[in-house]
């Protein structure tokens, strides 16, 4: 992921690529897929939109994230 430009953010407008590209969170395609990781590592999943929400545009949630 190392030069990757992400434009993620959680449901608060928070920008979560630094933590992606640290490896402090990882990003997963499903909810069932999030749950899982996040019960064996003790943590929780949230929802990860492309483009900020809080912006007046529309953001799309594109996956699921789980904070190490």
Do not use: C, W
Not at 38 to 55: C, F, H
């Amino acid at each position: 992921m190392n030069g990757t430009i992400f434009k993620f953010y959680t449901e608060y407008g928070v920008s979560i690529d630094k933590r992606l590209r640290e490896g402090r969170t990882t990003l997963h395609g499903s909810i069932l897929e999030a749950e899982k990781h996040a019960s064996q590592s003790r943590s929780y999943p949230y929802p990860v939109y492309e483009g900020d929400p809080t912006s007046n545009r529309r953001a799309k949630i594109i996956g699921y994230a789980v904070p190490k």
